[in-house]
């Protein structure tokens, strides 16, 4: 069975940090481009970020850039977004998929595949 699962979500104070993990089972992440997506209360799903396992590339969001950085780690079956800095518009339901890494976020959201079932993220004081 083809499944995303995502974990690492919590309550966090702004200027802080959270690690999410995206773990692929029944399929291999080689070859594959996993994007991180992000759906505020009352908002449409947005892109954060597409990592791609072909050249182990990835591209961001302008609302993320310089904070958030998506990579593929030690357990190569899983994806990785680590979130510094967050502040308290980051707050949301953080999911991953299978995407394909071309055009820009928004093409990312609608070219996903295997949607995970979401972790939430809140940051507040």
């Known amino acids: 069975q083809v499944q995303l699962v995502e974990s690492g979500g919590g309550l966090v104070q702004p200027g802080g940090s959270l690690r999410l993990s995206c773990a692929a089972s029944?399929?291999?992440?080689?070859?594959?481009?996993i994007g991180w997506f992000r759906q505020a209360p009352g908002k449409e799903r947005e892109g954060v970020s597409c990592?791609?396992?072909?050249?182990?590339?990835?591209a961001y969001a302008d609302s993320v850039k310089g904070r958030f950085t998506s990579s593929r780690g030690n357990a190569k079956n899983t994806v990785y977004l680590q979130m510094n800095s967050l502040v308290p518009e980051d707050t949301a339901v953080y999911f991953c998929a299978s995407t394909l890494c071309i055009g820009d976020p928004a093409g990312w959201v609608s070219m996903a595949a295997t949607w995970g079932q979401g972790t939430q993220v809140t940051v507040s004081s």
């Open positions: 990592y791609s396992s072909k050249d182990g590339r990835t």
């Open positions: 029944g399929f291999t992440l080689d070859y594959h481009e």
